[in-house]
């Protein structure tokens, strides 16, 4: 055996907490003001707070009083027409702390034509019952940069195109679409089946 001794103590290891998955969406408030929802996750448990600076030197500071891995910040009375930066800093029990920055503005988005896509599928049926017609809604995940309106949405399945709503509930920190729900109804095709694929189109083929 074969023992190795240190001259000196090493120092303890340390593991900042990641910032992970952040994502934003501003909202119209009362008065014509806007709020900003911040969500995100953190790779171990952290109290986190965020730090809001706007051009024109307005100051705001929220902190979550929970420690937890999940966070939702939600940041009110912040001015229409702006452009905002935020520091999120994320502190864990032992004091170790990380940070992540991005920048946003709570302008109303300038109508543009938004992109087209077209995302397959899959719709489960477990108990291959007949569910035709009833409401059905799914969300409905975006890469970064890929689209950043949502003018349009049809659900394709089989020889069906059903009408369909889609609302984005977060974006990416560039500001595209990150996440949408979209709310459609059971294509017949599903009817005593297990699974069948389908289409969403976003911002291209609409139902009639």
């Excluded at 014509?32 to 024109?56: I, K, M, P, Y």
């Excluded at 560039?174 to 911002?203: E, F, K, Y």
């Amino acid at each position: 055996e074969h023992v190795l001794l240190l001259s000196e103590r090493p120092e303890p290891s340390s593991f900042a907490p990641e910032i992970r998955n952040l994502s934003w969406r501003v909202e119209a408030g009362a008065n014509g003001s806007r709020s900003a929802n911040l969500q995100f996750l953190t790779s171990r448990v952290a109290a986190v707070e965020a730090h809001l600076s706007a051009a024109d030197g307005q100051q705001v500071t929220t902190q979550c009083g929970a420690a937890s891995r999940l966070h939702h910040l939600v940041i009110p009375d912040l001015q229409a027409d702006a452009e905002y930066s935020a520091e999120i800093i994320a502190r864990d029990p032992a004091g170790e702390s990380a940070s992540e920055r991005l920048s946003f503005s709570t302008r109303d988005p300038q109508p543009v034509a938004g992109q087209a896509l077209s995302v397959p599928l899959e719709l489960i049926n477990p108990r291959e019952c007949d569910l035709t017609g009833l409401p059905l809604t799914f969300g409905l995940p975006f890469e970064q940069g890929a689209a950043h309106q949502l003018d349009s949405c049809s659900l394709e399945a089989g020889d069906q195109l059903l009408p369909a709503r889609a609302r984005a509930v977060s974006r990416w920190s560039d500001g595209s679409l990150r996440w949408a729900l979209v709310d459609s109804r059971v294509p017949a095709v599903l009817a005593g089946s297990s699974s069948t694929s389908a289409i969403a189109h976003i911002n291209g083929i609409e139902a009639p």
